[in-house]
């Protein structure tokens, strides 16, 4: 008898570390976070802000580890997050591409194959010409494009992307056949097509043309936040000025693997509200020209929603939506 209980008790010696780690409070191991793009690029800038963030404001003990994955316009990084269900110890993160890429039928996974857990940050889109350009307003260009909708080339860095939303839904609002517009995209060379003229305009991001702004090489003609920007921004006229129901947020958004533990969600989202109240992150918004656009699990999916519904509809006037949303 005696012999038997000793053997018990050491069977459960050997099992309790096993027992323990299970019931560990999450997050008891390292974290792996996934980025939908490359290293250096807009994506990969906000993962490194975010896991310093944590890191300064000590809101997860337990190391973060960036991995990069943009292959496939973000298509793999959300095929490795599926494939690790149920799983919290993984991250991802991207941006409006992981609804809009089911839309064109580049992947079967779309929003609702992956966990909501936070919207972080936006940056706005800008119309940008050269400073010598004949146009002086957005509405130039649309007049132009109204008479002939292949009238004026634009650039853009990636198709899909939020910059050809940018461009499409304006025109589409004005009553322009936004088919024949012309939009092409240069992935790494964007600016010199401007300021060499093989294009007229590009639809971009403020920071990708930052210095060329400061320079005064470039004019800013529209901007496709819901409201007025402030400071050296306030003049740049927003689509709804113009009359024109049209707004786009370029977001960046926290996700995990579907099915996670709820325990785990709430921990994210007990952590990002925090977060975004900190001085570290707001240092990394004002150091980037980011803006914050938190918002928590819930409030994301519904936006998500909207943004669906809208997206699909330019899509579909433009002839490359392969899948309706249901």
């Known amino acids: 008898m005696r012999n038997w209980q000793a053997l018990a008790a050491i069977g459960i010696a050997l099992m ?62 959300k095929a490795y997050i599926v494939k690790h269900k149920g799983d919290p110890y993984f991250l991802y993160l991207d941006t409006n591409r992981t609804f809009l890429n089911k839309l064109l039928g580049t992947t079967e996974f779309g929003h609702d194959a992956v966990t909501p857990v936070g919207r972080l940050i936006t940056e706005y889109l800008f119309w940008v010409v050269r400073a010598d350009s004949p146009f002086k307003t957005a509405k130039d260009i649309l007049d132009k494009l109204k008479a002939d909708p292949s009238s004026v080339a634009f650039g853009i860095s990636s198709i899909p992307s939020n910059d050809q939303i940018n461009i499409i839904a304006p025109a589409l609002a004005t009553g322009i056949d936004a088919k024949k517009i012309r939009i092409a995209a240069f992935s790494s060379a964007l600016n010199p097509q401007l300021l060499g ?71 994210w989202e007990d952590s990002l509200a925090r977060l975004v109240k900190s001085d570290a992150w707001k240092k990394a918004l004002e150091r980037h020209g980011w803006y914050d656009a938190y918002v928590n699990s819930a409030t994301f999916q519904k936006e998500m929603e909207r943004e669906l519904a809208v997206n699909a509809r330019v899509l579909r006037e433009i002839g490359l939506l392969k899948d309706a949303p249901r």
């Open 16 to 77: 309790s570390p096993v027992i323990g780690a299970q019931n560990a409070p999450y997050p008891s191991k390292r974290i792996e976070l996934v980025v939908a793009g490359g290293a250096g690029g807009g994506l990969d800038l906000v993962g490194r802000a975010f896991e310093q963030a944590l890191r300064e404001t000590r809101s997860v003990e337990q190391p973060i580890v960036i991995l990069n994955m943009g292959a496939g316009a973000g298509n793999a990084a």
């Open 197 to 267: 003229g093989h294009v007229a305009a590009i639809s971009t991001p403020l920071s990708e043309v930052a210095g060329l702004l400061k320079a005064g090489q470039v004019r800013l003609l529209s901007t496709s936040s819901p409201a007025a920007l402030g400071g050296e921004l306030a003049g740049v006229p927003t689509w709804r000025s113009m009359g024109i129901d049209v707004a786009v947020l370029h977001w960046r958004g926290l996700f995990a693997p579907p099915g996670i533990p709820p325990d785990a969600l709430k921990f």
